[in-house]
């Protein structure tokens, strides 16, 4: 039986490209928001016995997080077999230790709670710091998706002779990914970050950007900052405006329109989070995610029987099935399959 794939207001584009890319079937989500601020979220569809995909990109997470929990747990309580999220941008990352006396750790407490309500999480290149992987804080089978296949796809058909850039040491694993699968060099700018919208960049060596194209790429573009000041580098040493690519469109306030004012030749993003930028398709990604993995449906995250015993039980009969695949380890030993297959 084909998934029902349902999707928060304004992932209408991504849910249709899932969709399509998993011959799922579309269901509609319906949410209302009283007077006074409160939520009610209704589900269109019959989803008694269905895999249910429920697709939300969380930028702006605090007005979704509310209404996305509540459509997980009445899937769950309206006899869904399993509730799977895909979210192509996964928020509360940031804050993975106690920075400072009394400081809730976000990144713990919202695992927590997506923990309960969903079997199985997949999304695009989350901004990990301290955590080695997702597993580490979420209690369910996650698989994350690569953006650099994409990226280097879009990049070898779009920019003749290009260097591919990176923002900071820590960027550079990645950009060299990028750069590999592209068949381009790369180097990687030195930064220093002196507070949110403070940043400095530098370039190491200019030698190696010699009639080459210089692009861009970063992870995260919420300020801009590090984007603006990386072209004024790139430009301060004679080399052409830059093209920009940034994994999640965050774009705060008015830094979209900061970084155009600042020069590149273009900027584009990955369709993770919705932005006029959007112009790199992460989504059959997704669809093809899981290739290595032991054969299943096309449309499985994850199998059922894969709630971890630390989370509450279901409100429904006990699930059953496949408990290995040497991908992911649920408390109490176990091992389950997780992510989108082929």
């Known amino acids: 039986m084909k998934p029902l794939v349902f999707h928060l207001p304004g992932d209408e584009d991504f849910a249709d490209g899932l969709i399509r890319a998993l011959g799922a079937q579309r269901a509609a989500l319906q949410l209302h928001r009283f007077p006074d601020g409160e939520s009610l979220v209704r589900l269109d569809a019959d989803v008694t016995g269905r895999t249910v995909v429920i697709v939300a990109s969380l930028a702006q997470p605090d007005a979704k997080a509310l209404p996305l929990l ?12 399993r509730v799977l999220l895909a979210a192509p941008y996964l928020a509360y ?3 993975d230790r106690r920075f400072n006396t009394g400081e809730a750790i976000t990144s713990r407490t919202f695992a927590a709670l997506v923990s309960t309500v969903f079997d199985g999480i997949v999304t695009v290149d989350p901004h990990l710091h301290r955590y080695r992987s997702l597993g580490e804080v979420y209690r369910v089978p996650t698989r994350v998706v690569q953006s ?10 779009h920019v003749d002779r290009p260097v591919l850039i990176g923002p900071d040491a820590e960027s550079e694993q990645w950009v060299q990914e990028v750069a590999r699968l592209a068949g381009a060099p790369f180097t990687v700018l030195q930064k220093i970050r002196r507070g949110d919208k403070d940043v400095e960049v530098s370039l190491p060596d200019t030698a190696a950007l010699a009639d080459r194209q210089p692009v861009l790429i970063d992870d995260i573009v919420s300020s801009a900052r590090t984007m603006i000041q990386a072209i004024a580098s790139v430009r301060s040493v004679g080399l052409p405006p830059p093209v920009c690519i940034g994994v999640h469109a965050l774009f705060a306030a008015d830094a979209y329109h900061a970084l155009l004012a600042a020069g590149p030749q273009r900027v584009v993003t990955c369709d993770t989070v919705p932005h006029v930028s959007n112009g790199i398709s992460v989504v059959a ?4 995610a899981h290739r290595a993995a032991a054969p299943m449906a096309a449309h499985d995250l994850v199998p059922p029987g894969a709630r971890p015993r630390s989370a509450p ?3 429904r009969s006990q699930r059953t099935g496949s408990q290995t ?5 649920c408390p109490g030993g176990r091992t389950h399959h997780s992510g989108f297959h082929a």
Do not use: S
């Not at 650099?148 to 058909?157: H, L, N, Y």
């Open 325 to 329: 695949c040497g991908h992911h380890r």
């Open 285 to 288: 990604h997704l669809r093809f």
């Open 148 to 157: 650099a296949p994409a990226i280097a796809a879009w990049v070898a058909a």
């Open 313 to 315: 039980a279901p409100r």
């Open 93 to 95: 990352l940031r804050q």
């Open 70 to 81: 509540f459509a997980a747990d009445a899937a769950r309580d309206l006899g869904a077999t």
